[in-house]
């Protein structure tokens, strides 16, 4: 198993000093830090192959094009998606969570019922609660406990078939919880409904195998995943992309364009209107490999002590309230410190060299249930350290100091 300070090696950021201090990044669910492999992918591409793709006979985009069809078949691969068609590209978890919501979308009629959770992020209430509203459907929300855990029995109520569509977080950016994905798309499918699952939190930490999950969608973004912004992935099963209307249209998704009347490519073509990111396709192969060859056992042997040790050191400190206590959840922890607002201590945590992220962090649902303007978050990922989470203890125990 490779360790933590090999891994790291493979992050030059990770040792970067700011204001003469050794940084502590925990802030990995707003964005992870890329690996060199990645990295030197993606600009040897711009030095040696920068080409268009989809376009012209030449050796350089022919090169380009397959390059890009060839991070389609590794993410087919990673998520074991039955087809490469299964696959679109596109900027990123809220694009593809848009073109589900707009595409689908436009198939429901007046009545229809959509459901989606409390705990989601912005990217996956917005666009749901739009389309119902153009299409006059009706927006349905399962709530969670205190404890951050869906109610289970509330979805049952919610449930009917009048149930088009149910969109879930697999893993809340606030809370951590890791939902029973799994079990509510069974529930759903016994009443006809399409699942949609938000995976922008849960791919960096789990392995996902989507014909398992039987979800009929899966979105996620490159650049939670330790790839690059700017390229995000939407699975969809073949019946549904197959039979579901262009999100956008233009350059590339066409087949035959004359003044009367266009028709449109097949799927996954048909989604993907426009030049792609190339390098950033290219650069989220990168990303699958370096990951690939890591393996999921060892993030979880690396991320699992870590929160463990964080969570029983900040119960330790008197005056903290965490949001959320699943049993199955991500290295995320939301909390606030008693009579310290979340962003005088996010200034503060900064002058320690803590990176963390301090707001409503797009999921405002969550902040309204718990009667509070924001939290504190810190994330972690695979490459932090032991030594970075005291640095984050101790960044909280002088900010308590510091307010008393
Ligand atoms: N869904 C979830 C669960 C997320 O956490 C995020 C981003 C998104 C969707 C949107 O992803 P994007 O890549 O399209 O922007 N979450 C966060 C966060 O927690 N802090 O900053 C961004």
Redesign the pocket.
């Known amino acids: 198993m490779l360790t933590v300070d090999e891994i790291r090696k493979d992050f030059p950021i990770l040792s970067r000093k700011i204001n003469g201090k050794q940084y502590a990044y925990l802030d990995n669910?707003?964005t992870t830090h890329k690996p060199l492999s990645v990295i030197k992918t993606m600009t040897d591409f711009l030095k040696k192959e920068n080409s268009s793709v989809n376009r012209g006979v030449y050796y350089l985009s022919q090169k380009a094009t397959a390059r890009c069809e060839e991070t389609r078949e590794k993410v087919q691969r990673f998520i074991n998606a039955k087809r490469e068609e299964e696959v679109v590209f596109t900027k990123?978890?809220?694009?593809a969570i848009n073109l589900v919501a707009t595409s689908f979308g436009s198939t429901l009629k007046k009545g229809d019922e959509v459901i989606i959770t409390e705990m989601e992020?912005h990217?996956?209430i917005v666009p749901w609660q739009q389309v119902c509203l153009s299409q006059g459907a009706i927006f349905k929300v399962i709530p969670f406990s205190d404890s951050g855990m869906l109610d289970q029995e509330a979805f049952d109520r919610l449930l009917s078939h009048k149930t088009k569509i149910v969109a879930i977080?697999h893993c809340s950016?606030v809370l951590g919880t890791i939902n029973s994905i799994k079990k509510m798309v069974e529930k759903a499918h016994k009443y006809g409904a399409k699942v949609l699952i938000?995976g922008?939190?849960a791919i960096q930490h789990l392995p996902i195998d989507v014909q398992d999950l039987d979800c009929d969608f899966y979105c996620f973004?490159g650049?939670?995943l330790y790839g690059p912004t700017g390229i995000?992935i939407l699975y969809g099963k073949y019946e549904l992309l197959s039979m579901m209307p262009p999100y956008q249209t233009g350059g590339d998704m066409i087949d035959i364009v004359t003044f009367e009347k266009t028709t449109f490519k097949e799927t996954p073509y048909k989604f993907e209107a426009g030049t792609s990111a190339i390098v950033e396709i290219i650069g989220l192969g990168a990303t699958i490999d370096y990951l690939e060859n890591i393996g999921y056992e060892t993030i979880t042997l690396l991320e699992v002590p870590l929160l463990e040790y964080a969570m029983s050191e900040l119960k330790q400190i008197e005056g903290i309230s965490i949001y959320g206590s699943a049993a199955k959840r991500a290295g995320i922890i939301s909390f606030n410190i008693d009579g310290v607002h979340a962003h005088d201590a996010g200034t503060i945590f900064d002058d320690e060299g803590v990176a963390l992220?301090v707001g409503h962090?797009?999921a405002q649902p969550i902040m309204t249930h718990f009667g509070i303007p924001a939290t504190i978050r810190a994330s972690i990922g695979f490459y932090n350290t032991k030594e970075e989470i005291d640095k984050f203890i101790i960044g909280v125990k002088k900010i308590k100091e510091f307010f008393k």
């Open positions: 669910t707003t990123g978890t809220t694009e992020h990217a996956n977080t950016n938000d922008a939190q973004s650049h939670k995000g992220r962090h797009c």
